[in-house]
C-alpha cells in the first residue's frame, strides 16, 4: 500500500495522478481534517472531500474544490433569508455534508462516513480523515484568531499571519487505520500540500510523526513551492509564519527527520546541493499539474522517487 | 385582523387571493404543522412553506408546493450517495429547511423561526404554527400507520385510510398568539383546505375549537370538495375514514357547531337546504382557482360571507 498525506487541491490533483499511474486500490489516503468546519448546521470536511471529487471524477477543475458544474441555488436562498454565504456550497456538493452529518449524528465515525460517502461515489481507493476527533487549524492574525476557512476564504489570505495552532491535536488520536496503513506502506508520499495547515495538523495528531519516523517505507514529499512562491494558495506566508524559508528548503524542514526525497520544480535546482546537506535527496521535476497528463507524469515521478513500480 | 386556518396548497391559494382582496398585514394566518417532518436531518413544515412561498410569489405554481423554478441537484446527489429521496426538497427550498433547523437548534419557536423565514421574505401577512410543540398526523391504513407525508407522497394516497390520528396533540398548546388572534378577530375563514388532515390537526390543538366556539366574529369555511370529490388530494377519502360525507355537509359537520357559512360550489347547490337545516348557511360561489383572478374572486365571496369590507 502507497500511503499519502494530503491536503486538499493540490492534492486532489496528485492524487488522481497516482490513482492513474497505478492502481488506485493500492492508495491509502490520510486526509487533513484541520479545516472542518460546522456550516449552517452541516459538518463540512473540505479537504477530504476534495479528493473524494478528485478521485471519483467529479471536482470542478476551474474552482478546484466542489462538485463539477454545481449550482448554487441553496446559497442563493440562504442569502436571501439573511444567512452568511461566504463559505460557498453547492448544491451537489451540499449533499454530501447533509449524508455526513446524518451519519455523525447517528452515532459514524468521520472514517466510516467518509467510507460511506467514497464507497458511494465509486472510490476504489481508501480514504480516511488524520483523526475520528475535531483538530481545528487557527491563525492568529492582525484580524484575531481566524480559523483556516475564516483566513482562506473570508478574508481571502489577506491578514498578517504571526502563529499556527491546531486546536484539539494534543488529546486527538489517529484514525483507526493510519498507523497501521504507515506501518506497513511499501512508500509514503506526502503530497505537494501546504505544509503548514494542510499537512502540519496532520502531523501534530500523536503518532503519526513517531510512525513515518519508525517506517522502513521511502518517503517522498512534492514541494508545494516553487521558485519561493506557492503553486497556490498562502504556503509561503504560512511557511514563514512557522519560522521556515518559502522555499523547498523550508518545505523539507517541516518533514524532517523522516522525510527521504522531495520532488522540486527546476527553478530550485540551486537548492539541491543545500537539501542534500539536510540529509533530503533532490529530485528535479516540473511539478505543474496543468491537465490530466501533467498529474500523471508528476505521479511517475512520484513513484519513481521512492522505487515503487507503478 | 381576519383569522384564516390554512393547510397547504389550498389554502396558500385563496390567501393569496385573500392578501390582494384586502390588506395583507389584515391576515392572522394559523398554519398546520401536522404533516411537518424531518427529512436528511432538517425540520420540515410543508404547509407554512407553501403558504409563506405563496404569499412571498415565490410558489411554484405547477407543482403547487416548493419554490417556482426551483432546481433539484442536491436531490439528484443525494440520490447518487443512496438516501431516500422520495420526498423531494429543491435547491432552494431546502435553504428555508436549513434556516429554520438552525434557528429552532439555536432555541427559537416555530413561531419565532417562521417569523423569521416570512420576514426575510417580505410577507406581510402573520403567519404562525398551529402550535410550537410538535403534532404529527398518522393514518391507520392497509400498510399499517402511516405518516401524512408517506401516505401523501411515498405512497401516493393509494392505501386505504382506516383512522386518523394527530399524535401530540393533547398534549400541545396553541402557539402563543393563536386564541389571543381568534379572540379578537372580525372573522375567521377555515380555507379550501382537506378537513382531516390539514384543518384537523389545528382543531385537535386543545383550545382551539373552545376558542373558535366562544368568539363573536362570524366563521366561514370554502368547501375543498365539488360534486363529490376533493378539488386536489385525498380529502373525500379522509372524510370517509373519519365517518362524514364526501360533501360539502361532511365538510360542514367537521366544523361544527362554529361554523356559521360555507362556501360551496354551485355543483353542490341541492345541498343547500339540508346545510341549513344543519345551521350553516350555504354560500353558492364557484370554489376554484385556476388563476390570480379566480382566487381573487374567491376571496372577495368569503369576505362577503363574514361581511368584512375588502
Redesign the interface.
Given at each position: 500500500v502507497i500511503v499519502a498525506l494530503a491536503g486538499g487541491t493540490g492534492a486532489a490533483k496528485l492524487l488522481r495522478g497516482l490513482a492513474r499511474a497505478t492502481e488506485p486500490s493500492r492508495l491509502f489516503i490520510v486526509g487533513n481534517t484541520g479545516d472542518d468546519l460546522d456550516w449552517?448546521?452541516?459538518r463540512v470536511s473540505p479537504d477530504l472531500d476534495s479528493v473524494a471529487y478528485a478521485l471519483a471524477g467529479l471536482l470542478d477543475a476551474t474552482r478546484g474544490w466542489g462538485?463539477r458544474d454545481?449550482?448554487f441555488?441553496?446559497?442563493?436562498?440562504?442569502s436571501?433569508?439573511?444567512?452568511e454565504t461566504w463559505f460557498r456550497l453547492?448544491?451537489?456538493?451540499?449533499?454530501?455534508h447533509?449524508?455526513r452529518?446524518?451519519l455523525l449524528?447517528g452515532g459514524a465515525s468521520l472514517t466510516n462516513a467518509t467510507r460511506?460517502?467514497t464507497d458511494?461515489?465509486g472510490v476504489t481507493a481508501r480514504l480516511v480523515p488524520m483523526s475520528d476527533e475535531p483538530v481545528r487549524t487557527e491563525l492568529r492574525t492582525d484580524k484575531g484568531w481566524l480559523t483556516l476557512e475564516e483566513f482562506f476564504v473570508r478574508e481571502r489570505c489577506a491578514p498578517e499571519v504571526f502563529e499556527v495552532a491546531y486546536r484539539g491535536a494534543e488529546d486527538a488520536r489517529p484514525a483507526p487505520d493510519v498507523l497501521p496503513a504507515i506501518g506497513a506502506a511499501e512508500a509514503i508520499v506526502v503530497c505537494c500540500s501546504n505544509p503548514v495547515t494542510s499537512i502540519g495538523p496532520i502531523l501534530a495528531v500523536p503518532g503519526i510523526v513517531d510512525a513515518l519516523g519508525r517506517t522502513a517505507a521511502p518517503v517522498v514529499a512534492v514541494s508545494p513551492i516553487v521558485g519561493g512562491r506557492a503553486v497556490s494558495g498562502p504556503a509561503a506566508k504560512l511557511l514563514a509564519a512557522r519560522g521556515l524559508d518559502a522555499s523547498p528548503l523550508g518545505v523539507a524542514r517541516a518533514y524532517r527527520p523522516w522525510l527521504d526525497a522531495l520532488v522540486m520544480d527546476p527553478a530550485d535546482a540551486a537548492l539541491a546541493s543545500d537539501l542534500e546537506r539536510d540529509g533530503v535527496r533532490p529530485v528535479i521535476a516540473d511539478a505543474f499539474m496543468p491537465d490530466g497528463a501533467g498529474e500523471t507524469r508528476l505521479a511517475r515521478v512520484v513513484l519513481d522517487a521512492v522505487g515503487v513500480a507503478a
Open positions: 449552517w448546521g452541516l462538485v454545481d449550482t441555488q441553496c446559497l442563493e436562498a440562504m436571501r433569508l439573511g444567512r453547492g448544491d451537489q456538493d451540499l449533499a454530501t447533509l449524508h452529518t446524518l449524528r460511506a460517502i458511494a461515489l
